[in-house]
C-alpha cells in the first residue's frame, strides 16, 4: 500500500484558501450521469460513450476490481493508449480508493518493469496490441520478476493462463456499483511516473483535492463550459492526458475527442467532425495542425483556445498558429509534479503568449532564485520554484524529496527562467541544459527558438559538443522539413541576419530524420549530446 507524504502545513495552507473544496475526482462523471446522462461524453474510433454509459462501466469496473482484492490504497496500472477503456480504469480506480497509476505505452521492458515492481501493483490493464507491439508478450516476460502483480487484464484477445479480456473481467458485473468505501479528498488517487530524459523514471504522486484544483483553475483561466469539446491526441498515460482528456470533460459535463494514434490530417477531420472547442497539447501536435498543407480545406472554426507545453514552444509557433488557426494560442508551462502553474490567455497580447510562458494560474505562487535561494528581481535569470494548490504531494520513492522541496516547501522545478515585471515568466533552459563556451554560459533554448523559424527546419534541438579548449560548442541538432536540404553554413547565415551574438553561432550541424523522444515527447538531449560526443556532424569551416 502507497503512503502519502502530504505536509501538515500544505494541507492546511491550500484548505484555508479555499482551493481545496474536498471534491471527488470521480463524483464528477456520477453528476453528470445523473443530470446529462444522454449528453455525449467520450468518442473513441467511431465509437461513442453517453455519460450514463461512462458512468456505469466504472461502476462495473469498480466492482469487479473489489472483487479480484483491489482496496483503498492498491495501485492498478495501465498500459492503455488514448481508448475509452483507459479513462474507465481511471476513474475506477479512484472511486474505490485505490491509486491510478498510468504507464505509457512507449514504455518498455526496462521501464514498465521498474514501475510495476516499485509502485507493487496487483493488476494492469493492457492492450493486445498497440503500434505493432505485443504488450501481452512483453508482460509474460517481465511478470516472472515482479512481486505483487497477480492479474492481467488485456483489452482485446487474451491468450494465456493468467490473463483475462476486458470483456470477461466485466462479465457478470453489468449493472452493478462497487462496495461504498471510506475516503478523504487528501487521499492518494494518482501515481504518475514521469519520463525522465537522463534518470530512471520518478512515481509522482496526487490527491483527489491536488488535481480537482489544477482542473478548476484551468476551466476559470479559459472560461470553459458545457459547450466545450476536448480534443485529445496527447496521450492519456501522461499528465496532460489524464486531467484535460479523462478528468476535464465530466467536471465540464462535455465531451472528450479521443485519438490514440497521431496524424494531422485525421486531427483535422476529428476537430471538424466534433468541433472540437479546445486542445492541450505538445508542440508537435500544434506544428503538425498549422504545418499541414491543407489546413484550409478543413472547418476548424471551432477551435476557440490552444494552450501549448510539455515541450520548447517557439515564439513563432504560437505567432503563426494563431493566424492559421484563428484562435487563442498560447504557451502553457507545467510538469507532472506541478501540473500547470503558468499559462498565457485571452487577457495578454499576442506578444507575450508567443515570447512567454504566462503568468501564474490562480492561486499558483512562482519565484526565481540563484544558486543560494535568494530570490531575484524582474528579468534575472535563475532557477524557477513553485508553490501551490496544484502542486504534488511528493515522490513514492521518499528520498527523492530531500532535493525536490526547498525546507519551506517550495518545488524545485529544475528549470531556469526570468519573470518580467507584470509577472510573465519565460524559461529559458534547465539547469543541465546550458552550453559552457570558454567559461560562457549560453541558453539552448534562445538559439533553438530562432533556428526553429528557418523555413527548412521542423524541429530543432541545441547542445553542446566537447571540446578541448573551450570545453563546449554549439551544436544544433535538426530535423528538416520534408523536401528540405539543409547545410550548417546557410543555418549560420540565417541567425547572422537575426543578428545573435557569433559566440552563440553553431560550430557543427547534426541532420536526423526524427528527433529522440521520451514517452512525453521531450527531446532526450542525452542521447544527441552522444551523438555530438561522437562526431557525427558536419563542422564548421575554420
Known amino acids: 500500500m502507497v503512503t502519502t507524504h502530504l505536509n501538515a502545513d500544505f494541507i492546511a495552507e491550500s484548505t484555508a484558501s479555499g482551493a481545496w473544496q474536498g471534491n471527488f475526482i470521480d463524483a464528477y462523471l456520477s453528476d453528470a450521469a445523473q443530470t446529462v446522462p444522454d449528453r455525449t461524453a467520450v468518442v473513441d474510433r467511431g465509437r461513442t460513450w453517453t455519460f450514463a454509459q461512462f458512468d456505469a462501466i466504472v461502476d462495473a469496473l469498480g466492482a469487479a476490481l473489489q472483487r479480484h482484492g483491489i482496496g483503498h490504497g492498491d495501485v492498478v496500472s495501465w498500459q492503455l493508449p488514448n481508448w475509452a477503456e483507459a479513462c474507465a480504469v481511471h476513474l475506477a480506480a479512484i472511486r474505490i480508493g485505490a491509486i491510478s497509476n498510468p504507464i505509457m505505452p512507449i514504455f518498455r521492458h526496462s521501464e514498465t518493469r521498474f514501475i510495476l515492481e516499485q509502485a507493487k501493483s496487483k493488476i494492469a490493464f493492457i492492450p493486445a496490441t498497440f503500434r505493432n507491439f505485443d504488450?501481452?508478450?512483453?508482460?509474460?516476460?517481465?511478470?516472472?520478476?515482479?512481486?505483487?502483480?497477480?492479474?492481467?487484464?488485456?483489452v482485446g484477445k487474451a491468450r494465456r493462463d493468467h490473463e483475462v479480456s476486458f470483456e470477461d473481467f466485466l462479465d457478470g458485473f453489468h449493472g452493478s456499483k462497487p462496495e461504498p468505501v471510506p475516503r478523504d479528498a487528501n487521499d492518494l488517487t494518482l501515481l504518475l511516473y514521469t519520463s525522465g530524459t537522463t534518470s530512471a523514471p520518478k512515481g509522482a504522486l496526487h490527491t483527489h483535492n491536488t488535481l480537482?484544483?489544477?482542473?478548476?483553475?484551468?476551466?476559470?483561466?479559459?472560461?470553459l463550459t458545457q459547450e466545450d469539446v476536448v480534443f485529445m491526441p496527447s496521450p492519456v498515460g501522461h499528465i496532460t492526458g489524464i486531467l484535460y482528456g479523462i478528468q476535464m470533460p465530466p467536471m465540464l459535463r462535455s465531451g472528450v475527442v479521443l485519438m490514440d494514434i497521431w496524424e494531422p490530417t485525421a486531427g483535422l477531420e476529428l476537430i471538424q467532425e466534433h468541433q472540437c472547442t479546445f486542445m492541450l497539447a505538445a508542440t508537435p501536435f500544434l506544428h503538425g495542425l498549422v504545418h499541414h498543407p491543407s489546413l484550409g480545406e478543413y472547418d476548424v472554426s471551432s477551435l476557440r483556445s490552444f494552450l501549448c507545453g510539455g515541450a520548447d514552444v517557439p515564439p513563432d509557433l504560437i505567432l503563426n498558429a494563431t493566424t492559421a488557426l484563428d484562435c487563442m494560442v498560447a504557451r502553457v508551462y507545467?510538469?507532472?509534479?506541478?501540473?500547470?502553474?503558468?499559462s498565457g490567455s485571452a487577457a495578454d497580447p499576442l506578444e507575450k503568449r508567443a515570447n512567454t510562458d504566462g503568468r501564474a494560474i490562480g492561486l499558483a505562487r512562482i519565484r526565481i532564485v540563484d544558486e543560494h535561494e535568494n530570490d531575484l528581481g524582474s528579468g534575472e535569470d535563475g532557477e524557477l520554484l513553485a508553490r501551490g494548490p496544484e502542486m504534488f504531494?511528493?515522490?513514492?520513492d521518499a528520498e527523492l524529496n530531500r532535493s525536490a522541496f526547498t525546507d519551506d516547501g517550495w518545488f524545485r522545478t529544475g528549470d531556469l527562467g526570468r519573470i518580467d515585471a507584470e509577472g510573465h515568466l519565460e524559461i529559458t533552459g534547465r539547469k543541465k541544459d546550458i552550453i559552457i563556451r570558454g567559461g560562457e554560459n549560453l541558453s539552448a533554448k534562445e538559439v533553438e527558438d530562432h533556428l526553429f523559424a528557418h523555413?527548412?527546419?521542423?524541429?530543432?534541438?541545441?547542445?553542446g559538443s566537447p571540446d578541448?579548449?573551450?570545453?563546449?560548442?554549439?551544436?544544433?541538432?535538426?530535423?528538416?522539413?520534408?523536401?528540405?536540404?539543409?547545410?550548417?553554413?546557410?543555418?549560420?547565415?540565417?541567425?547572422?541576419?537575426?543578428?545573435?551574438?557569433?559566440?552563440?553561432?553553431?560550430?557543427?550541424?547534426i541532420v536526423l530524420d526524427q528527433m529522440p523522444r521520451t514517452a512525453s515527447g521531450k527531446i532526450q538531449k542525452f542521447?544527441?549530446?552522444?551523438?555530438?560526443?561522437?562526431?557525427?556532424?558536419?563542422?564548421?569551416?575554420?
Open 135 to 154: 504488450f501481452p508478450e512483453m508482460f509474460a516476460e517481465i511478470s516472472s520478476g515482479l512481486s505483487a502483480l497477480q492479474t492481467v487484464v488485456v
Open 527 to 542: 542521447r544527441l549530446r552522444d551523438l555530438a560526443k561522437d562526431g557525427d556532424e558536419q563542422e564548421a569551416s575554420p
Open 455 to 463: 523555413p527548412g527546419v521542423a524541429e530543432v534541438a541545441v547542445v
Open 334 to 342: 507545467g510538469s507532472t509534479e506541478y501540473p500547470t502553474a503558468t
Open 393 to 396: 504531494v511528493g515522490y513514492l
Open 212 to 223: 480537482d484544483y489544477e482542473n478548476r483553475s484551468v476551466v476559470e483561466l479559459l472560461g
Open 468 to 509: 578541448p579548449v573551450l570545453g563546449e560548442r554549439v551544436c544544433a541538432v535538426i530535423v528538416p522539413e520534408p523536401g528540405a536540404s539543409l547545410e550548417l553554413a546557410e543555418l549560420v547565415e540565417w541567425l547572422l541576419e537575426r543578428k545573435i551574438a557569433k559566440q552563440k553561432l553553431p560550430e557543427s550541424l
